[in-house]
C-alpha cells in the first residue's frame, strides 16, 4: 500500500513572461529590423523569436541587463517598475524598444539558475 503523498512544498519564485517590442525606429533600421518585431522570455530563461524573425544582436544586448529585473515584481517606487523603453546603442538608428509583461508564472525556485 502506498501512503498518501504530501503536497508539494517547495518554495516557488513568481516570474513574468516578457516581450521586448519594437516600438519605433527614429533613424534609418541598418539591421533590418521593423516596428512591430519582437523577441519572448519565457520559463525564467528561453529567449524565443516568432517564426521566421530576427532580433539585432546589438538591440538585444541593450535590453539583456533588465530582463531578470523586469521578470519581477518590484516596489511601486522602483524607477524599473514604471520604465519600461529601451534604446538601441546604434545612434543611427535610433531604435526604441518596450519591455512588455505578457504573463507571469508560478515556478519552483529549485528549477532557476
Known amino acids: 500500500m502506498t501512503e498518501p503523498q504530501e503536497p508539494d512544498q517547495s518554495p516557488r519564485t513568481q516570474l513574468y513572461d516578457l516581450s521586448v517590442v519594437v516600438e519605433r525606429i527614429e533613424g534609418r533600421s541598418v539591421c533590418g529590423m521593423k516596428v512591430g518585431d519582437r523577441i519572448d522570455l519565457v520559463q525564467s530563461s528561453r529567449l524565443c523569436l516568432p517564426e521566421g524573425g530576427h532580433f539585432c544582436m546589438y538591440a538585444l544586448q541593450a535590453v539583456m541587463p ?32 518596450r519591455i512588455v509583461r505578457t504573463g507571469i508564472r508560478s515556478m519552483k525556485t529549485e528549477e532557476l539558475t
Open 66 to 97: 533588465l530582463l531578470p529585473a523586469k521578470q519581477r515584481q518590484l516596489p511601486p517606487g522602483d524607477w524599473l517598475e514604471r520604465d519600461d523603453l529601451v534604446a538601441c546603442p546604434d545612434p543611427d538608428e535610433r531604435l526604441i524598444m
